[in-house]
């Protein structure tokens, strides 16, 4: 019994230099993705130029608005026209009017809604598609410079957890962080004059002040609502 348990210690002592041996030979490294996606140059680009598309739709979007507004006013004109004083066919003009205007109307109207919907979900979808490729793009510089580290692992620090305000990892060492070469792949590219810690540092200030990360898409227009005529 006693040979037993010895041998049962001594297997012991066995597997745990062998698990010791294997994570030592695992190499980790960490990357904060978040602030990686923020000092990426073709972020910023890409962020300018859905912006200015969103900028031609909301202008397109007010133009509309403006005419089913202009109809609703017309509709509120023939209305104040009505006047008990009116002879019957004076009457049944301003109703024929407001009925031609009020089909008007309506068609505009479902024309204006329908046509922002289309947008909102138009801008939607090339938010995604941006934010697909720089992620991708981002992903395979992470595992080419991993590679070249001889990195086995690459953990995301800035990854968040179920808890409010919780991380999945609420500490890492600051050696095992590769972002800065990351990021210096990322922007090799880079336009002359490019400031990725002054991106950085808008971010954390939007932060800090309790506000949303940069993003695009953010001043999508929202869909107003249009006016409703009165019968």
């Given amino acids: 019994m006693k040979k037993f348990a010895t041998t049962l210690s001594v297997f012991a002592v066995v597997i745990s230099s062998l698990v010791a041996t294997a994570a ?18 073709k972020r910023v680009d890409a962020e300018n130029d859905l912006r200015k598309q969103v900028d031609a739709i ?34 049944k ?7 031609s205007v009020k089909n008007e109307y309506d068609a505009e109207r479902q024309e204006y809604e329908t046509f922002v919907k289309r947008r909102q979900l138009a801008i939607s979808d090339m938010r995604l598609r941006m934010s697909t490729l720089l992620s991708r ?7 080419a ?3 070249e580290e001889g990195v086995d692992i690459v953990i995301d620090s800035s990854a968040i957890s179920q808890a409010p305000g919780g991380r999945v990892f609420p500490y890492v060492k600051p050696s095992m962080d590769i972002s800065e070469k990351v990021i210096k792949r990322l922007n090799a590219d880079a ?9 950085l540092q808008k971010f954390r200030s939007a932060v800090q002040q309790g ?7 953010e001043d999508v227009a929202p869909q107003p609502e249009a006016p409703a005529a009165k019968e």
Avoid: C, W
Avoid at 137 to 143: F, I, L, P, S, T
């Fill in 24 to 41: 030592a030979e695992v190499k980790v490294a960490s990357v904060n993705m978040s602030e990686l996606h923020v000092m990426f140059y």
């Fill in 58 to 91: 909301r202008e397109e979007i007010t133009t509309r608005q403006e005419k089913v507004k202009a109809l609703e006013q017309q509709l509120m004109g023939i209305q104040k026209q009505v006047d008990p004083t009116l002879s019957e066919a004076a009457v």
């Fill in 93 to 99: 003009k301003l109703r024929e009017q407001f009925s």
């Fill in 137 to 143: 793009e981002m992903h395979e510089v992470v595992q």
């Fill in 145 to 147: 410079v991993a590679a």
């Fill in 191 to 199: 336009p002359a004059g490019f400031d990725a810690q002054a991106e």
């Fill in 211 to 217: 506000a949303a990360a940069p993003s695009a898409g």
